[in-house]
């Protein structure tokens, strides 16, 4: 029988994840020969054998790739055979020409691994950092492509013989798995002061032990630190409160495992499948009543940010201590996470009474990703650690490569070229030097990882973001300025594999407008080249600026003042705040200091204001976060409102709205009820706007991006009325609908821009 070769190239995330080694036991178990290797484009593998051999082969690199795998494309061509008799994994090609193979995200430890980690015959029995192919970390220590240990923060620890054995031995699950270590050779836990100094000969009994008398601990997790205490330790969390300098955000849990986590929660399917995932996010659920933890975890909150141990350090720590622990980023508030481990001490030291951590390096500081369960589906709020840095698939190649900058609140940047977009992990708010030290490293890190010199440079209009200044300042490339909204309506697209004209419905907290408005409750007509405002909420003043973001009782003033004038009824949230409203009030018929939008995120804010929810937030999102917790959710009843034509488009009155609302107040409605009927009212509002701009420009498709849609609430039903009219209806599904994925919008619109120019 006839001999043939086969040179191929497997494109997409396989380097990292096994792909070598299955591979190679594949072609043996075929009884074919050649070699595998990883280069920087990928893994190309040399193959001969019979030619139906040949095609099965092919076949089954598909099918049977390993979990973590991810094909993007398979390209094969046939060449002369040599007449090799063996098949082996030869040394990494590194070209730095071709730079285009993938990182795979950082994965929680594997069924496997956990057995051999509590197992006291095997040789890693409590060894803090076991790992395989099929797990542990990735992203967080890889320094550049090909991904080999040399290329890694693990290139320091020599592998002892054992550990070379196996990484040797083909029919092992640690064969090539770069991470490989024991406690002879690699990296060593250790429980210390914030001087350095140890404190305890083990270090996770130490840490157990400092848990119990109610200490906190700064604990080094896969990409930064992590701050500790028990949960169900009311004094442990206030203090932990105290000294982060966080009033009221919920803190993450980890519980020791899905049993455990239900306990505290009542999961879905959905729910339970994302929290034992591989990517093993923070997930968003909903508490139990009568779970053990302490009102300051998440004070006046129905939900938990709760996780399960993603790391072997977690998995110990929870194992001796049997109950659930806070586990937040280890920061002051409103910075960045700390990842090296002398800053960790310096930033730290003044929160952390102690410290439980590492010798192995951080390359690269990432977040826990948070998630919500939308009818069984992963909605990314926080897209971080176990996701990023795995592309987004583009519908159409670009023509040159982009960086764009993001937006200044859950900021991300993104670098595309050809058919993928690299969007980074969380970076934070660009409010501080940290946050704004964490985004230029981020962006040289992706162009160097993924080898991007930008042909051009996206941007948000806005001249105040410190993504936009960097832009203008440090850009070696030509600029595009991408307007904020039509960059969530573009972000959706992406998110879909979708180029089309759509029907863009953008609510969020606020954007600049071509107008030099704040924009922020939108109708577009979009596609990835381009948009025309349809419509978009009727405008109010935001008295105060920015302090009306922090204090929405002014925009329930604002909006009371613009429906009802000086013959506004005197309600609770007037009383509540009597010795300013009349001020304010002014301020806003003034016009000085108090800029017009047509928010929907400020609409939540003066609706939760109205309805005795939140005078004063302490985080971004507080109060409506709150009024969709508040919202009944059997209420069937819906606050009509009416839209009005204008030039260029429609308006939709608002003030219908807060009326309803006023009327149901002054008739004692009870709140959880007037909140569904806001929120029921908002949904059809949005189908009748789509309506309107199907009419006009017959487009049947919509794409739901902003913030305001992490509400699942008006999500869902928005979604359900929609399509019961016969729409077609996209949602965000691989990044966030907030500000964490404009850096996507940016880098299509931009891309597609440069297409044409």
């Keep these: 029988m006839d001999t043939v070769r086969l040179h191929v190239r497997v494109e997409g995330l396989v ?45 089954l690199l598909e099918t049977e790739a390993p979990p973590l795998a991810s094909i993007e494309r398979i390209v094969s061509r046939e060449q002369a055979a040599l007449g090799e008799r063996e098949f082996v994994i030869a040394r990494s090609n590194g070209r730095a020409d071709e730079r285009t193979a993938l990182v795979s995200p950082d994965m929680a ?40 240990r040399s290329a890694t923060t693990m290139a320091p620890f020599t592998m002892c013989a054992a550990c070379a ?60 630190y992590h701050l500790a205490v028990l949960a169900a330790d009311e004094a442990a969390v206030s203090r932990l409160r105290a000294r982060k300098h966080r009033e009221e955000k919920p803190f993450a849990i980890m519980a020791s495992d899905l049993q455990s986590a239900r306990c505290l929660a009542e999961l879905t399917g959905g729910e339970a499948r994302l929290l034992s ?19 300051a975890t998440a004070p006046g909150n129905r939900y938990l940010g709760l996780m399960l141990p993603y790391t072997p350090i977690h998995h110990l720590l929870a194992h001796e201590l049997r109950s659930p622990i806070v586990l937040t980023s280890g ?45 069984g589906v992963a909605m990314p709020v926080r897209r971080s650690r176990g996701y990023a840095p795995r592309p987004i698939g583009l519908a159409r190649s670009l023509a040159r490569p982009v960086l764009a900058c993001g937006a200044e609140l859950k900021s991300t940047i993104c670098v595309a070229k050809d058919h993928r977009a690299f969007v980074s992990h969380h970076l934070g708010d660009l409010e501080n030097y940290e946050a704004l030290r964490a985004f230029t490293e981020a962006i040289a890190s992706f162009r160097r990882l993924f080898d991007v010199t930008p042909a051009v440079v996206a941007h948000d209009l806005h001249p105040e973001y410190l993504s936009t200044k960097w832009a203008l300042e440090h850009a070696e ?36 407008g071509t107008d030099s408005t704040l924009w922020g409750g939108e109708f577009l007509v979009a596609d990835l080249a381009g948009f025309e405002r349809a419509g978009h909420l009727a405008t109010v003043a935001m008295p105060g600026g920015a302090a009306a973001i922090r204090e929405p009782w002014r925009m329930a003033a604002a909006h009371l003042d613009l429906v009802y004038g000086a013959d506004a009824p005197r309600l609770a949230v007037a009383e509540r705040n009597a010795a300013r409203w009349p001020a304010i009030v002014d301020l806003a018929h003034a016009g000085v200091n108090a800029p017009l939008t047509s928010s929907m995120g400020r609409l939540f804010d003066a609706v939760a204001a109205l309805l005795g929810v939140r005078d004063v937030v302490t985080y971004e999102g507080q109060a409506a976060i709150e009024l969709e917790q508040l919202a009944d959710p059997v209420e069937t009843g819906a606050y009509p409102a009416r839209f009005t034509e204008e030039a260029g488009g429609f308006e939709l009155r608002t003030a219908d709205l807060v009326g309803a609302i006023v009327d149901d107040l002054l008739a004692r409605v009870p709140t959880p009820a007037i909140a569904a009927r806001f929120h029921n009212g908002v949904a059809r509002a949005v189908v009748e706007g789509c309506r309107l701009v199907r009419e006009r420009v017959g487009i049947e498709t919509v794409a739901l991006s902003g913030g305001v849609f992490q509400n699942v609430i008006l999500l869902d ?10 729409f077609a209806v996209l949602r965000h599904r691989q990044v966030p609908c907030n500000d964490g994925g404009i850096s996507l919008g940016q880098a299509v619109v931009a891309g597609h821009a440069a297409d044409r120019a």
């Design 277 to 295: 995932s591989p990517r093993a996010p923070i997930v968003l659920v909903r508490r139990r009543a009568d779970a053990p933890v302490a009102r």
């Design 331 to 375: 920061n002051v508030s409103d910075e960045p996470i700390a990842y090296r481990d002398a800053d960790a001490r310096e930033r730290l030291d003044v929160i952390a009474d102690a410290f439980v951590t590492h010798d192995r390096a951080i390359e690269t500081r990432t977040d826990d990703s948070v998630v919500r369960s939308v009818r």
């Design 477 to 512: 490339a030509p600029l595009v300025a991408v307007q904020h909204h039509h960059a969530h309506v573009a972000s959706c697209l992406a998110d879909n594999g979708v180029d089309e004209r759509v029907i863009g419905v953008a609510f969020d907290g606020l954007g600049y």
């Design 109 to 148: 430890t594997c069924p496997d691994c956990l057995r051999e980690l509590f197992d006291p015959s095997d040789r890693r029995y409590r060894y803090p950092f076991i790992n395989c192919t099929n797990c542990g970390p990735r992203f967080t220590i890889v320094r550049g492509v090909p991904y080999d």
């Design 717 to 726: 039903r928005a979604t359900d009325l929609l399509e019961a009219d016969g």
């Design 165 to 224: 054995r196996e990484y040797a031995d083909p029919t092992d699950r640690r064969f090539h798995a770069q991470p490989v270590a024991c406690a002879a050779c690699g990296p060593q836990l250790s429980l210390t002061d914030g001087r350095g100094h140890e404190l305890a000969d083990d270090a996770i009994s130490g840490a157990a032990r400092f848990l119990r008398e109610g200490r906190i601990l700064a604990v080094k997790g896969l990409g930064g």
């Design 15 to 59: 380097q990292g994840v096994g792909f070598r080694p299955f591979v190679h036991s594949l072609a043996r178990r075929m009884g074919l020969a050649g070699s595998v290797s990883n280069d920087s484009a990928g893994v190309t593998v040399e193959v001969e054998g019979a030619r139906g051999s040949l095609d099965l082969f092919l076949r």
